[in-house]
């Protein structure tokens, strides 16, 4: 099965920060990934699907990038209700593997 | 407006099962994947499987194969996930939801605690 690795576990930034996570699969997956939010105690939130492409309503600091193995989730500027743990997951075939989630917290 | 609400909570005995249903509003259900996800405490997001509304194939996750059953009845627009021989490791918080194919997961559950202890 296909793993995914994501980069760092946890991250702390200033609000106005331009924030990086790394999703890495141990295969190619094409563009197949997607991004969800979670908030504390809150139901999983998809913000990015087809690897770049924004969910509607989701605001336009958050973007993602990348093909194949290597993937960004970048928020342009951090603002406080940005406050979660974020997941990428795969969905090219079964089994649609979770990340395991980077928790990012605000400096 | 589109919503997946599910079954309340549940409390099992170790060896016991349990069975979550999913009822979908404001959309065709057979138009869309049906997936369960699940969240121990303090823990990531776990993919168990996902069910094909309109056939009933499914596809379920090696780790689950044979303890998990997911199963629909269109005519009340519900899934539903079987999950047997529970141990406390299974205690998690399961969520279904809809995948358009090719977008994700876009719609989700409120999610369902099911607690295993004895």
């Known amino acids: 099965d296909i793993q995914m690795t994501q980069s760092p576990s946890s991250l702390s930034a200033s609000v106005g920060d331009r924030v990086t996570v790394t999703c890495r699969a141990s295969?190619?997956?094409?563009?197949?990934l997607a991004w969800y939010q979670q908030k504390p105690g809150k139901v999983p939130k998809l913000l990015i699907y087809a690897a770049s492409t924004l969910q509607s309503g989701v605001p336009s600091r958050f973007s993602g990038s990348g093909s194949g193995t290597d993937f960004t989730l970048t928020i342009s500027s951090l603002q406080p209700e940005d406050v979660a743990t974020y997941y990428c997951q795969k969905y090219n075939g079964a089994p649609y593997t979770f990340g395991q989630g980077t928790k990012l917290e605000i400096k | 407006q589109v919503q997946l609400v599910q079954s309340g909570a549940e409390v099992k005995k170790p060896g016991a099962s349990v069975k979550v249903s999913c009822k979908a509003s404001?959309?065709?259900?057979?138009?869309?994947?049906m997936h369960w996800v699940r969240q121990a405490p303090g823990q990531g997001l776990e993919w168990m499987g996902w069910?094909?509304?309109?056939?009933?194939?499914?596809n379920y996750a090696q780790k689950f194969q044979g303890r998990v059953t997911m199963t629909r009845d269109t005519s009340i627009y519900t899934v539903y996930m079987e999950l047997s021989s529970l141990g406390s490791d299974d205690t998690a918080v399961y969520y279904c939801?809809?995948?358009?194919?090719?977008?994700?997961?876009?719609?989700w559950g409120q999610g369902t605690t099911v607690t295993v202890s004895s």
């Open positions: 939801a809809r995948e358009k194919p090719g977008d994700g997961l876009g719609v």
């Open positions: 069910i094909n509304p309109n056939t009933g194939v499914t």
């Open positions: 295969q190619g997956i094409s563009n197949y």
């Open positions: 404001g959309f065709t259900l057979t138009d869309y994947y």
